[in-house]
């Protein structure tokens, strides 16, 4: 298949750069070379690449950053992803988009479904809900790709981050009132291949297997880059005081993922590992 990456530097960009590359005729593009919120630009690399499949990996992911322009986001995370729509549905194309577990509000208590009521408690939630409204109401042959907590080789994390701090002062407070699981970025390139590859459509939650809290996920980090003598402290999310509140649980169910590709999604601890060994040079 011909396919287009949109956002194709950022962190998961890159990885589907890779993972999709390796069967397919990939192009990418990002911004300096198109904007998304031209629906003009859209057009234009969509008639410029003519490809099967457009994957769209752009996107304003500053969540405390977004309560505070709110224009930037939504025209990112919602117009957009209209725009994007729009020039595949001209086009013919199939349109692969990315959403994420803060549509919902985290007082479920077990895991998502696809098909669960919507209701975002922050900015960057609610625009890329209406990101997926647009989606559903522009292109019918679309995969919405619901996913949470990335992290990867590209670009800012929450590992880079730990790693980072654990270096600066040894002691580290990390929030234990917000469980979730961790997804390397690697891990859902490929899952989105699977997906694309069945000619999947509709919406599917992928998330690498298990849950956490930021803080559990911060002492594994810790353990396995072996670094030692550093203290973590549970903290609850208010001490934080941040911008955007965040949902409590975040947790997304696999299970239609694994029904249709008969696959299950490596455990989290598993994926972090992997990662980790493949990232020495940032821990040694
Ligand atoms: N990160 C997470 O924890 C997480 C969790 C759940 C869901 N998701 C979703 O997963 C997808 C990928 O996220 P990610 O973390 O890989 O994002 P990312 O690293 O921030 O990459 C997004 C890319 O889009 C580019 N971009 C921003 N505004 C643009 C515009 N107006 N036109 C064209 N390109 C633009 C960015 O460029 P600049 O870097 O120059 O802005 C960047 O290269 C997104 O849909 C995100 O909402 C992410």
């Not at 750069?17 to 031209?38: A, C, K, P, Q, Y």
């Not at 730990?162 to 407070?173: F, N, P, Q, V």
């Amino acid at each position: 298949m011909r396919m287009l990456v949109m956002g194709h530097k950022g962190m998961l960009g890159s990885d589907l750069m890779e993972v999709l590359g390796r069967d397919h005729e990939v192009n990418g593009v990002d911004i300096g070379e198109f904007d998304i919120t031209s629906a003009g630009d859209c057009i234009r690399v969509v008639e410029e690449f003519k490809p099967d499949v457009i994957v769209n990996a752009a996107a304003y992911t500053d969540v405390d950053g977004c309560e505070t322009n709110l224009d930037a986001c939504f025209a990112v995370n919602a117009e957009g992803v209209r725009n994007v729509a729009s020039a595949c549905k001209a086009s013919g194309a199939k349109i692969v988009h990315y959403s994420t577990d803060y549509v919902f509000d985290g007082t479920k208590g077990e895991p998502y479904l696809e098909d669960d009521p919507c209701r975002p408690i922050n900015a960057y939630g609610e625009s890329k809900r209406k990101g997926e409204q647009a989606l559903i109401e522009t292109a019918e042959n679309h995969l919405l790709i619901r996913t949470a907590w990335l992290y990867g080789r590209q670009g800012k994390n929450f590992v880079k981050a730990i790693l980072a701090k654990a270096k600066e002062d040894g002691k580290l407070r990390v929030v234990d009132d917000q469980v979730g699981s961790p997804t390397f970025s690697f891990d859902l390139a490929q899952a989105t291949k699977l997906l694309v590859e069945r000619d999947c459509r509709g919406i599917y939650h992928v998330t690498n297997r298990g849950v956490c809290s930021w803080y559990q996920f911060a002492q594994r980090i810790l353990e396995y880059a072996q670094v030692s003598g550093v203290t973590v402290e549970p903290i609850q999310s208010q001490e934080l005081n941040r911008k955007a509140k965040r949902p409590a649980y975040s947790v997304l169910s696999n299970r239609k993922f694994m029904e249709a590709t008969h696959k299950a999604m490596r455990p989290w601890q598993v994926a972090l590992n992997d990662y980790l060994a493949g990232q020495s040079h940032i821990h040694r």
